[in-house]
């Protein structure tokens, strides 16, 4: 995730590299952002970005994701070929589904990489997490 707002994106500029996207929402967990993620920044192919999955807040359901970095990338050897895509087998990788909408199933669109603790990956399996472009069905 970018971390960044709306504004500071349309006066930093566009990465070399993928796009910015905002508008996307998180169902079965939240984003770490802001003030949380002060000690999780990194850069992905040189745009700053910060943050990682957590536990949802109570009566939160469907949070907005900040702004997103999307970016395509080449598969790797030992990424694992399934169904729905390659899966990377990295325990601080979240390979999540993205869908259109909360209908999943037949709306969706492709497999999202979002930054995990180790070892959690389990827990957002199990819970259901995905990524969806919309709220409503």
């Known amino acids: 995730m970018a971390g960044k707002e709306e504004a500071e994106l349309r006066e930093g500029g566009y990465p070399e590299d993928g796009a910015f996207v905002h508008g996307l929402f998180l169902e079965g967990a939240r984003w770490l952002s802001g003030e949380e993620a002060e000690d999780d920044q990194y850069v992905v192919s040189g745009v700053d970005c910060e943050g990682q999955l957590a536990e949802s807040r109570l009566k939160e359901l469907i949070p907005a994701l900040p702004v997103v970095y999307v970016k395509a990338v080449v598969v790797q050897e030992d990424w694992l070929p399934e169904a729905v895509g390659y899966m990377r087998p990295e325990d601080t990788i979240y390979n999540c589904p993205v869908y259109v909408n909360g209908m999943r199933g037949p709306t969706f669109v492709c497999v999202g990489s979002l930054k995990t603790v180790s070892g959690k990956n389990s827990k ?13 069905n």
């Open 124 to 136: 957002w399996i199990l819970g259901g997490v995905a990524i969806m472009m919309q709220t409503k």
